[in-house]
């Protein structure tokens, strides 16, 4: 049986681990896949997200454009790692159609459910709040109402309903770098009114990688061991914070039930690329795909506010690791 429950995706951008390398989860070797000023708007892309669509890839991408303002683009890839974006902001009109800018947006995570595209990312609602919006046809771009009232950030949308409804992960904040932060979890039947707010996991555990805020990273992904998720760990140093990336497991049909927490960190800053940047020492999970068929798992992540970078796993690894390290937190 099949750990990884979902689609195959042969074409999995994918190199094998390295050989003598002991962890669970390895940088691809030609990190970063996009670098400074990629387009002429754009002066970083990083904290980005890639679904594979029609045998190749689509994103939508952060891009901090050169006045130092962030918003999100579209972008396609003929092999997820290669990557041609617009020079323009994803073009978002209403629900009437007229046209509805963002004031700015950053962080996007990008999910598929019933043949649409829904792209969640932290918007400007009079202050850091999750927005919500979704093409059919990556043509028209439709934003939904903010799903939940300032302050919050890392909103993640679940790939499919769970018990007829659909569940947004996010991370209620203040209006500036957070100094603290747990995960919480809320449901709709309609994607418009949300409730039954729950409390999924908070900062710290034994060790410090994670003390200080966490974050839902990436969309989760349905295995036989309930859902797998990847997320952001922040801790602070005397010269500022550092972003880990780690993981959990959450119940399949409550996820706000937690069932393994990773106490080691699976990736955290250490390469040129994720110590040194616009901001140091960030690895910023946004998104995952995935191989069904073989397990094997592409995360793609923000290095150091400047970068775009790709990391490898293989779920029953990833798994087994998890649950080796689990710690009650
Ligand atoms: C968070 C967000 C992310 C960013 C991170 C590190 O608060 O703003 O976009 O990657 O800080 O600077």
Same mark, same amino acid.
């Given at each position: 049986?099949?750990?990884?429950?979902?689609?195959?995706?042969?074409?999995?951008?994918?190199?094998e681990?390295? @050989?003598?390398y002991?962890?669970p989860?390895?940088?691809?070797? *030609? =990190?970063? &896949?996009?670098?400074? #000023? %990629?387009?002429?708007?754009?002066?970083r892309?990083?904290?980005?997200?890639?679904?594979?669509?029609?045998?190749?890839?689509?994103?939508?991408?952060?891009?901090?454009?050169?006045n130092?303002?962030?918003?999100?683009h579209?972008?396609?890839?003929?092999?997820?790692?290669?990557f041609d974006?617009?020079?323009h902001?994803?073009?978002?009109?209403?629900?009437e159609?007229?046209?509805?800018?963002?004031?700015?947006?950053?962080?996007?995570?990008?999910?598929?459910?019933?043949?649409?595209?829904?792209?969640?990312?932290?918007?400007?609602?009079?202050? @850091?709040?999750?927005?919500m919006?979704?093409?059919?046809?990556? *043509? =028209?771009? &439709?934003?939904?109402? #903010? %799903?939940?009232?300032?302050?919050?950030?890392n909103?993640?949308?679940?790939p499919?309903?769970?018990?007829?409804?659909?569940?947004?992960?996010?991370?209620?904040?203040?209006?500036g770098?957070?100094?603290?932060?747990?995960?919480?979890?809320?449901?709709?039947?309609?994607?418009?009114?949300?409730?039954?707010h729950?409390?999924?996991?908070?900062?710290?555990?034994?060790?410090?990688?994670?003390?200080?805020?966490?974050g839902?990273?990436?969309v989760?992904?349905?295995?036989?061991?309930?859902?797998?998720m990847f997320?952001?760990?922040?801790?602070?140093?005397?010269?500022?914070?550092?972003?880990?990336?780690?993981?959990?497991?959450?119940d399949?049909?409550?996820?706000s039930?937690?069932?393994?927490?990773?106490?080691?960190?699976?990736?955290?800053?250490?390469?040129?690329?994720?110590?040194?940047?616009?901001?140091?020492?960030?690895?910023?999970?946004?998104?995952?795909i995935?191989?069904?068929?073989?397990?094997?798992?592409?995360?793609?992540y923000?290095?150091?506010?400047?970068?775009?970078?790709?990391?490898?796993?293989?779920?029953?690894?990833v798994?087994a690791?998890?649950?080796?390290?689990?710690?009650?937190?």
């Amino acid at each position: 049986m099949k750990t990884i429950i979902g689609a195959s995706l042969p074409n999995i951008p994918w190199e094998e681990k390295p @050989a003598n390398y002991n962890e669970p989860m390895w940088r691809y070797s *030609k =990190n970063p &896949v996009i670098g400074w #000023n %990629p387009t002429e708007s754009i002066a970083r892309v990083y904290n980005s997200a890639v679904l594979p669509h029609e045998g190749q890839f689509i994103g939508v991408f952060r891009a901090d454009h050169k006045n130092g303002r962030a918003n999100i683009h579209f972008g396609r890839s003929k092999d997820g790692i290669n990557f041609d974006i617009d020079d323009h902001v994803i073009p978002w009109v209403d629900r009437e159609g007229n046209p509805f800018p963002v004031s700015y947006a950053y962080d996007p995570r990008f999910v598929k459910i019933d043949d649409i595209f829904y792209v969640i990312w932290c918007d400007d609602m009079h202050g @850091a709040s999750i927005g919500m919006g979704y093409t059919t046809d990556l *043509k =028209n771009w &439709v934003r939904l109402p #903010n %799903p939940l009232m300032p302050f919050n950030r890392n909103g993640v949308l679940f790939p499919r309903k769970i018990n007829g409804m659909y569940k947004l992960l996010s991370r209620p904040s203040d209006s500036g770098h957070t100094p603290f932060g747990d995960i919480f979890i809320s449901e709709s039947p309609d994607l418009i009114y949300w409730g039954n707010h729950k409390w999924v996991m908070g900062k710290g555990g034994k060790g410090w990688w994670q003390g200080v805020k966490i974050g839902s990273g990436p969309v989760p992904i349905e295995t036989t061991e309930g859902w797998l998720m990847f997320y952001h760990g922040v801790s602070t140093t005397c010269n500022g914070f550092v972003y880990s990336l780690g993981a959990v497991i959450l119940d399949i049909d409550e996820p706000s039930k937690v069932k393994y927490r990773c106490g080691n960190y699976l990736l955290t800053p250490q390469e040129p690329y994720e110590v040194a940047g616009f901001v140091p020492n960030v690895i910023f999970p946004c998104q995952n795909i995935y191989d069904a068929e073989t397990g094997r798992i592409a995360i793609y992540y923000g290095a150091a506010d400047t970068y775009t970078a790709i990391a490898f796993c293989q779920v029953d690894e990833v798994i087994a690791y998890i649950k080796k390290h689990h710690e009650e937190v």
